[in-house]
C-alpha cells in the first residue's frame, strides 16, 4: 500500500523537552515537507527537501530542525527554542516542486 | 498582495445548493494549479488540479482564468458530506513550490 505516515497521531511533551515527529512515504516522491496548522489557520512551511542530504528553511523554520538521510523519511524535531509549539503537524511528499503533494495524516504535539 | 488569497467564509448553503468559490493569485507565471479538501482535523487531500481547458469531476469544476488571475471552484448540487474547508493551491513567487491559500470553509445545511 503506498502513501506516507506520520507517526505518532498525538504526542504529549512538557516544556522545554526536544521531540522528534516521525514520515515516511513509500511513494518514491523526491520532495518532502512540514508544515504547521494552528486552529482556524491555515498551512505554514517549516522546512523542505527536494532532495536527499538538502533542505531548506521555510517560513517559519525557527525552533526547528530536520533531516533528510534517505529518501523516504524526513524527521522533524521540534527544539525548546520553539516558543508555540503545540499545533498540528503535516507532513507531505511529491514528485517534484510544482506537482501535488500528497499529506500524511498529521501530528497533534501538545505541550505543557 | 498575498500570494494566494480566498475568501475565508463560512459559505453556509442549504443542501442542492450551488456555490461558488475564487482563489486570485499574484504570480502571473504560475502553471500548478489545484484544489484540496479539507475535513476539520484531518490532513488536506487533493480534490483536483485545475487545467487551461477547465476541468469537471462529477459536481466539481474547476476554471482558470489567466487574465484575471484566479482559478473557481464550483459544486452542484451540494450534500451535506462536502462540508468542508477548501484550499487553493498554486506554484507561487518562488517558481518551483506550492504555495497554499488559507481556505475557504464550506457548511452545507439540511
Known amino acids: 500500500d503506498g502513501g506516507i505516515t506520520q507517526s505518532p497521531k498525538y504526542l504529549f511533551r512538557k516544556e522545554g523537552q526536544n521531540v522528534t515527529l516521525s514520515c515516511e512515504q513509500n511513494?518514491?516522491?523526491?520532495?518532502m515537507y512540514w508544515y504547521r496548522q494552528d486552529p482556524g489557520q491555515g498551512l505554514r512551511l517549516i522546512y523542505y527537501?527536494?532532495?536527499?542530504?538538502?533542505?531548506q528553511k521555510g517560513d517559519i523554520a525557527e525552533g526547528y530542525s530536520v533531516s533528510r538521510e534517505k529518501k523516504e523519511s524526513f524527521p522533524l524535531t521540534v527544539t525548546s527554542a520553539q516558543k508555540n509549539p503545540t499545533a498540528f503537524y503535516l507532513c507531505?511528499?511529491?514528485?517534484?516542486?510544482?506537482?501535488?503533494?500528497?499529506f500524511g495524516p498529521g501530528t497533534r504535539l501538545t505541550v505543557t | 498582495r498575498k500570494e494566494v488569497e480566498q475568501d475565508p467564509g463560512p459559505f453556509n448553503v442549504p443542501e442542492g445548493a450551488t456555490v461558488a468559490f475564487n482563489c486570485t493569485y499574484s504570480?502571473?507565471?504560475?502553471?500548478?494549479f489545484f484544489w484540496y479538501r479539507q475535513d476539520c482535523r484531518k490532513e488536506p487531500k487533493l480534490l483536483m488540479s485545475?487545467?487551461?481547458s477547465g476541468n469537471e469531476d462529477g459536481r466539481f469544476t474547476a476554471q482558470l482564468n489567466r487574465a484575471s488571475q484566479y482559478i473557481s471552484l464550483l459544486i452542484r448540487d451540494s450534500k451535506l458530506s462536502d462540508s468542508a474547508t477548501y484550499l487553493c493551491?498554486?506554484?507561487?513567487?518562488?517558481?518551483?513550490?506550492?504555495?497554499f491559500g488559507g481556505g475557504t470553509r464550506l457548511m452545507v445545511k439540511p
Open positions: 507531505a511528499s511529491a514528485l517534484g516542486g510544482v506537482y501535488e503533494q500528497y
Open positions: 511513494l518514491n516522491h523526491d520532495a
Open positions: 493551491v498554486v506554484n507561487g513567487n518562488a517558481g518551483n513550490m506550492l504555495t
Open positions: 485545475v487545467y487551461s
Open positions: 527537501s527536494q532532495i536527499v542530504n538538502d533542505f
Open positions: 504570480n502571473s507565471a504560475s502553471q500548478s
